[in-house]
């Protein structure tokens, strides 16, 4: 299937065989603890998930995290996915539908909705893309083929910089941001892919049209981790290994988010590992949760 398709099921490889997670740094939300409740004044069989995202009813409020599509490996993954995700009322989200656009053969693997006719489902795009030739008019291809609600740009900068074959120009994107948040007929969110968004960066976005922010923060899956596993050169792999510890904790960014921007859709993601950690996300952002990796 060519190049992309090698790399994609390089990603998938790596991250189930390998340590890939972030070292010498955490999520945060280990400085974190509820006070137990002695007299809970509930009962447990009475507790309901259900909630609404961006207008759409969903039976929980969980997210699988963006990850893949562009190999048959990754397109049976992600029939799998939404599989489970349907039964159980999950949203979901889908890998960068960059390949999906350029190769027409691999469109099948991002095509999701099949499996999963009733959840929100989330195409994706690197968001370098649209100072790469990526338009309005692609973003909409790549949420057609995923049969999509909406759609998430990804920030993924140092995942660029570390690959062979990164794409660096990050100058000027907000504009282009804002132009596909103002022109798309569906919802567009930004996420990042685990160094996390800060609120700052927040205020930025919501200001441009963004209509959800994943932070996508620190603490779990490290980028330049993987990277460095699939570098074959001793230099560039130390260099990788140095970012080790590097982006903002997932619990610092969902605090520092909603402070920026109270009232907009969060997403809280990265390095979530126990429905006590989506608890606590929980508790301390009013958000959604996503994961990449299976709680
Ligand atoms: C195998 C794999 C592939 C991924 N591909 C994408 C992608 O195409 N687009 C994207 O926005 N994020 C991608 N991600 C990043 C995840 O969506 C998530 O933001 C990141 O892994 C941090 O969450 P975690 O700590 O729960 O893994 C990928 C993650 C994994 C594990």
Known sequence: MGATSERKTEHIRLCLEEQVNGTGISTGLEKYAFRHNALPDLNFNDIRLNTEFLNIDVRTPLLISSMTGGSELAGTINERLA???????????????????????LAPTFAVRRYAPSIPIIANVGAVQLNYGFGVEECMRVA?????????????????????EG???????LARIEDVCRT???????KEVGWGIDGETARQLHEAGVAF????????????????????????????EAFADWGNPTAECIVDVRSKI??????????????VDAAKALA???????SAVPC
């Open 213 to 240: 922010i994943d932070v996508a923060g620190a603490g779990g899956t490290s980028w330049s981790q993987v990277e460095k596993f699939r570098n074959k050169d001793h230099v560039r792999r130390a260099v990788a």
């Open 184 to 190: 798309l007929p569906i919802p567009v969110g930004v």
């Open 144 to 164: 057609e083929i995923a049969g999509a609600n909406m759609l998430v740009l990804h920030l993924n900068s140092l995942q660029e910089v570390f690959q062979p």
């Open 167 to 173: 794409d660096t120009a990050f100058a000027g994107l």
């Open 83 to 105: 599989e489970a995700a349907e039964r159980r009322g999950w949203a979901m989200g889908v890998g960068s539908g960059r390949a999906a656009v350029e190769k027409k053969e």
């Open 284 to 290: 301390l952002g009013q958000i959604w949760l996503g």
């Open 262 to 275: 109270p009232g907009a859709a969060i997403i809280g993601s990265g390095g979530l590992n126990t429905g």
